[in-house]
């Protein structure tokens, strides 16, 4: 949605590469396999799989499938521009020019210094999010969960264009296999389909700050 993708903006194509798969078969020998008919079973299926998407606009999406390793959660949720960036785990914002995380050997300019700093950047903040209630915060995923299921709610309420639509749903889901076809190419680029057949160019971009 940051992107504006399929509202002026489309994914081209995508290339993915996988590990070995080792982490079922090793989970299907422990007490915690909940299937003993799967004990020793191979899976197809990499460890960690990772994919870039390189869109229209010249941008480009990483994604990482990895959920049979040991490790903490994560959703590793980046935003990078010329400008400065945003990452979720940290809670974190860098605008360049005001920070340059390349001399960590300044201990004036540690990551940690800038550890939770976006909470000093409110003015930005939708105004969806402005408010939010610790019981819609619980509801899932931090309050996003609230959120969507409110929009959408309100725009079948009022006839109007969902906040995400069939469109975004096909190519959302287009992923999983088009992912799989890249691997078992060796990582070869596999062609995203234009699900809107064109559409994409003239739909306005969907203004997610305009939520209440």
């Known amino acids: 949605m940051l992107l504006g993708l399929n509202r002026g903006n489309r994914a081209l ?6 590990s070995k798969a080792e982490g079922l078969t090793d989970f299907s020998y422990t007490d915690k396999n909940p299937d003993p008919a799967l004990r020793g079973a191979r899976f197809a299926q990499g460890d960690i799989v990772q994919t870039v998407i390189t869109c229209a606009g010249g ?3 990483s994604l990482r499938l990895d959920t049979t390793l040991p490790r903490f959660y994560s959703r590793e949720f980046t935003v990078r521009g010329t400008k400065g960036m945003c990452m979720q785990d940290a809670n974190l ?3 360049d020019g005001q920070q340059n995380m390349h001399e960590f050997f300044d201990p004036d300019l540690t990551l940690k210094k800038y550890l939770g700093n976006a909470e000093t950047y409110t003015e930005n903040i939708p105004p969806c999010w402005r408010g939010i209630t610790a019981e819609e915060i619980e509801a899932g995923h931090g309050g996003m969960d609230f959120l969507m299921f409110k929009d959408f709610f309100r725009a079948v309420r009022a006839g109007g264009e969902m906040p995400l639509d069939v469109y975004d749903a096909a190519l959302w889901m287009s992923v999983t ?3 799989e ?3 078992a190419a ?3 680029p596999v062609a995203v389909p234009d699900f809107t057949r064109g559409k994409w160019l003239l739909r306005p971009i969907k203004d997610v700050t305009e939520l209440e």
Do not use: M, Y
């Open 13 to 18: 194509k995508l290339n993915s590469v996988a």
């Open 59 to 61: 941008e480009t999406v």
């Open 93 to 95: 914002v860098l605008i």
């Open 177 to 179: 296999p088009l992912s």
């Open 181 to 183: 076809a890249s691997v």
């Open 186 to 188: 060796g990582g070869a």
